[in-house]
């Protein structure tokens, strides 16, 4: 047995949390990756019953799973800028908002909804620091053509991402100021910049001062962010013990023998692994000579306090043993009164979850 458990209380708890720091700002609610892992229905459903019916997406199929469960008025906005013809079509015809991040975008756009005689939305988005799309903020010139010339095109807001605001306060507020100082040139030169938001779930719950006019949140709806926030976090995988045995001293487990057993030791099979999703992380992928230093670092405080991966079986903490499998881990069950079929608890990042199914309880 094996499944991953979502609290739908734990996240009605935290969409209250949202709306708190919110306060009379409209609320984005962020279903990207199929939903946070979840799926896009599932979470977009209790979103709905909890009162947010604003959406957003970075892909059609998000976007069109939105439009078949949702009701008509609902507003969409798709994330990812794209000039493919073919997802462009589907969007303006479902009334989806799209995201303007170049010149191209914008011709692009009010190019095919002039073929298709609909009046596309669209959102600007202006590139204050992450550095993956969108207009620069001295394009000054290039942003209000967008609004002077692209008839066919209803732009009804503009925005940024916050690269840091888990981070860098003082980064995050000069981004703020830099998308603040875009919205007043467009409003300087007679034309109305639409709805202004910058605030993701970290900036949301560290600056709630940035809200400006709407704000973006995915990742709080599951209380996942890198700090104490005052959010549940929801989501773990449930299993159970598969085989207990003992191993004689001397013994090991797992690849690379890491684990050898001083003294005879009960332990415990699990049948879930990280091709389930235990124990994968992200921010491997960055090499400056600061995050090597930071990694050096991590291992010599690993060495001095040293940490033990646990999974919980009942009220029983227990440590994992050696190296995770792909299909398995191992723990000490010595002294603690465990069998086979006793449930154990194991944390698992939804994004991550494969190979179970996911049940909302």
């Given amino acids: 047995m094996r499944e991953y458990i979502i609290s739908t209380e734990a996240i009605r708890d935290n969409i209250a949390l949202i709306r708190k720091k919110a306060g009379n700002a409209p ?79 914008a011709v692009t756009l009010a190019g095919i909804a002039r073929e298709l005689a609909i009046r596309a939305k669209a959102h600007l988005k202006i590139d204050t620091g992450m550095g993956r799309y969108g207009f620069l903020p001295d394009e000054t010139e290039k942003i209000l053509a967008c609004y002077a010339y692209l008839e066919d095109m209803e732009i009804c807001g503009i925005y940024t991402h916050f690269p840091c605001a888990f981070c860098s306060k003082k980064r995050t507020r000069r981004q703020a100021q830099a998308l603040k100082s875009v919205a007043d040139a467009i409003v300087a030169r007679g034309f109305t910049p639409g709805e202004v938001h910058a605030c993701n779930s970290s900036a949301l719950l560290r600056m709630p001062e940035l809200r400006m006019d709407g704000v973006r949140v995915g990742s709080a709806l599951l209380g996942r962010v890198a700090f104490r926030s005052g959010l549940k976090r929801t989501g773990y995988c449930r299993s159970q013990i598969e085989e207990v045995r003992w191993l004689p001293k001397g013994s090991t487990t797992g690849y690379g023998s890491a684990w050898k057993a001083k003294k005879p030791t009960q332990i415990a099979v699990i049948p879930v692994g990280w091709f389930h999703g235990y124990t994968l992380e992200y921010g491997n992928d960055v090499y400056r000579a600061r995050d ?70």
């Avoid at 019953?49 to 949702?70: D, I, K, P, Q, Y």
């Avoid at 462009?88 to 303007?100: E, N, R, W």
């Avoid at 033990?308 to 603690?336: A, E, F, N, S, Y």
């Fill in 27 to 105: 609320i984005w609610a962020v279903v990207k990756g199929d939903g946070y892992g979840l799926g896009v229905q599932n979470l977009a459903r209790i979103c709905r019953e909890n009162g947010l019916s604003r959406f957003a997406v970075t892909e059609v199929s998000e976007a069109e799973t939105l439009r078949e469960t949702g009701t008509p008025d609902e507003q969409i906005l798709m994330l990812r800028p794209t000039c493919d013809r073919a997802e462009l079509t589907k969007l303006i015809t479902m009334q989806v908002i799209c995201t303007v991040a170049s010149e191209h975008d």
């Fill in 292 to 361: 090597y230093l930071r990694t050096i670092l991590h291992g010599v405080k690993g060495l001095l306090h040293p940490q033990k991966l646990t999974v919980q079986v009942g009220d029983q903490t227990c440590r994992v043993l050696g190296h995770v499998g792909m299909l398995h881990t191992v723990i000490d069950i010595t002294g603690k009164g465990l069998k086979e079929g006793d449930v154990a608890v194991l944390e698992i990042n939804p994004l991550r979850v494969r190979g179970m199914e996911i049940r909302f309880v």
